[in-house]
């Protein structure tokens, strides 16, 4: 028997979205390979000891760990929210500098409203040659980088999928880049962190599978492919997804919209600790 790798795999949340990030973690699991542990790190905005009690629980029957860290919010004092995306969902841009004691050479970033169905093992061993992400284009804003003020042949990817060379971010600066961009450009954001984001790492991201980050615009097939290549693995991403992630203001929680795999999100999030806890927000509701 060879020594088992480990995974470094960050996410972040508050308290409200705890319920959701139980499922990110519950499915990742579900799926791994046995050859590889994981050392699960969440970006803690508030998250209550109680909750934290029930993730401990989601991971208790695997070989996994995980830890909590901090980040300065007063960075983020003033980055623009709205109702889906809020203070926590920019954390992500210090999280090379929350793992600078650590010796990881990549890690994965994971947004919490997603459901895992393959091995994400088979992302982490991913060459990405000498970028600083590996990201999945964004369907709807593929060629928007001309409202960031930039000139690009490059696409524009989104942010909920990432994995990152922490060697290549730090050496390019990426956390200080993309806190400027905030506070300079924030006139032309939309999207939030991930236009931020865009405007920093366009031509230094290598373009994943779109299997690996499969939004809620390509499930319904919204938006045309910006090339052959694109209209190729779109076909085999809606096909065979790896990862399902309910972008959008409509989540399986909280909307009565159709998503093909809003019922199986669902069923998963029934089996982990916040089962409970959110029947009785229904009943009550």
């Known amino acids: 028997m060879g020594e088992r790798k480990l995974i470094p795999i960050v996410s972040a949340a508050d308290n409200n979205y705890a319920p959701y990030l139980s499922v990110t973690l519950k499915t990742i699991l579900d799926h791994l390979s046995s050859a590889y542990d994981v ?23 695997h070989t996994a760990t995980i830890d909590y860290l901090e980040v300065d919010s007063e960075l983020y004092a ?50 990405i040659g000498d970028k600083v992400v590996g990201a999945v284009i964004d369907p709807g804003q593929a060629v928007v980088h001309p409202r960031l003020g930039i000139e690009t042949e490059d696409y524009y990817f ?13 050496k390019a600066q990426i956390t200080e880049k993309t806190l400027s961009f905030l506070e300079k450009q924030m006139d032309k954001i939309i999207y939030h962190d991930q236009d931020a984001l865009n405007g920093t790492l366009y ?44 972008t959008g203001h409509d ?13 199986k999100y669902l069923a998963e999030l029934s089996k982990t600790p916040f089962s409970d806890e959110l029947s009785k927000k229904d009943a009550v509701n």
Do not use: C
């Open 158 to 170: 989104n942010s909920g999928l990432l994995l990152i060379d922490l060697d290549n971010w730090r």
């Open 251 to 263: 989540k399986p929680w909280n909307s009565d919209e159709y998503h093909p795999y809003a019922e």
């Open 78 to 127: 003033d980055v623009m929210e709205s109702d889906h995306i809020t203070q926590t969902a920019y954390y992500r841009i210090s999280l090379p500098d929350l793992l600078k004691d650590k010796n990881y050479e990549k890690v994965v970033y994971i947004d919490s409203d997603v459901l895992v169905l393959e091995d994400i093992s088979k992302l982490y061993e991913t060459d």
């Open 39 to 61: 050392a699960f790190y969440i970006i803690d905005d508030h998250i209550s000891a109680d909750s934290k009690k029930k993730l401990a629980k989601v991971i208790s029957n």
């Open 203 to 246: 031509e230094k991201w290598y373009g994943l599978h779109p299997k690996w980050n499969v939004q809620t615009s390509l499930v319904f097939e919204r938006h045309q492919p910006p090339n052959e290549e694109y209209a190729k693995s779109y076909k085999e991403a809606i096909r065979q997804p790896s990862i399902i992630h309910f």
